[in-house]
């Protein structure tokens, strides 16, 4: 598991975007609000996918 920084993500509807998008290219992972955090299940490629994606809706993810 790799945990991922989102500063930018405010409320459940960033949530929601963030989910949307990480579900539809099938990388597993699970969302703090609170936290500001994106937990990633996978390799260093899958993890490299997950903030290629949230940075092409506009989050910069970054490695906790």
């Known amino acids: 598991m790799t945990i991922l920084n989102v ?3 405010s409320c459940n509807h960033c949530v929601e975007r963030i989910g949307k998008v990480l579900q539809a290219v099938g990388i597993e992972h699970s969302i703090n ?3 500001k955090t994106v937990m990633v299940e996978g390799d260093e490629v ?3 996918k997950a903030i290629e994606e949230l940075d092409d809706i506009g989050f910069t993810a970054t490695r906790a």
Do not use: A, C, R
């Open 46 to 48: 899958t993890v490299n």
């Open 33 to 35: 609000l609170e936290g």
């Open 7 to 9: 500063k930018e993500m």
